[in-house]
T-cell receptor, first 115, second 110 residues
Framework: EAGVAQSPRYKIIEKRQSVAFWCNPI?????LYWYQQILGQGPKLLIQ????????DSQLPKDRFSAERLKGVDSTLKIQPAKLEDSAVYLC?????????????FGPGTRLTVT | QKEVEQNSGPLSVPEGAIASLNCTYS??????FFWYRQYSGKSPELIMF????GDKEDGRFTAQLNKASQYVSLLIRDSQPSDSATYLC??????????FGDGTTLTVKP
């Protein structure tokens, strides 16, 4: 079974530029998460989808971040415009169910550097 | 107060010793508890999950949960150098909201 796929793996941009990340979850997984992980910290949830609906986006900086999950499968996360403090690893994870009792499977992450 | 707090670490143990990692959480509505291991430069991978009070054992790993004290721990017996990593505690509500701690970095010295 293929794991969670993410691209790109690395991205360097200048502040005020825009960037987009892509995630393809494990086939059949209903729940998809985007996390931001700053060095030395745990993953911070940005947005959670169940199928193609948003369950939680309370920590998503909506003035600059947006995310969508079309047809309940792939997802994209966009930052526009980027700030220096957005430098982090962006992790996508998926979970097979819609309840909270199931484990998450993480993709390899995208390391973003904003200069 | 953070929603999920872990030992600040780093934690260093000799090879063969027991490593004890602790986690406390603030949301009494939390229902499921997970331990993930994250090697440097890699993404988290699941080690264990626990839903009910008590102990759950899987090989060298034992997870312990005490909902009354809002406390969950992970014991690693016979620690190996390959166990050196950051261990993340994650707490889920029934609705699937997932909150991670900042992790405890474990070093197992040969």
């Amino acid at each position: 079974e293929a794991g969670v796929a993410q691209s790109p793996r690395y991205k360097i941009i200048e502040k005020r530029q825009s960037v987009a990340f892509w995630c393809n979850p494990i086939s059949g997984h209903a729940t998809l998460y985007w996390y931001q992980q700053i060095l030395g910290q745990g993953p911070k949830l940005l947005i959670q989808f169940q199928n193609n609906g948003v369950v939680d986006d309370s920590q998503l900086p909506k003035d600059r971040f947006s995310a969508e999950r079309l047809k309940g499968v792939d997802s994209t996360l966009k930052i526009q415009p980027a700030k220096l403090e957005d430098s982090a690893v962006y992790l996508c994870a998926s979970s097979p169910g819609t309840s909270g009792g199931l484990e998450q499977y993480f993709g390899p992450g995208t390391r973003l550097t904003v200069t | 107060q953070k929603e999920v707090e872990q030992n600040s670490g780093p934690l260093s143990v000799p090879e063969g010793a027991i490593a004890s990692l602790n986690c406390t959480y603030s949301d009494r509505g939390s229902q499921s508890f997970f331990w993930y291991r994250q090697y440097s430069g890699k993404s988290p991978e699941l080690i264990m999950f626990i839903y009910s009070n008590g102990d759950k054992e899987d090989g060298r790993f034992t997870a312990q949960l005490n909902k009354a004290s809002q406390y969950v721990s992970l014991l690693i017996r016979d620690s190996q150098p390959s166990d050196s990593a950051t261990y993340l505690c994650a707490v889920n509500t029934n609705a699937g909201k997932s909150t991670f701690g900042d992790g405890t970095t474990l070093t197992v010295k040969p």
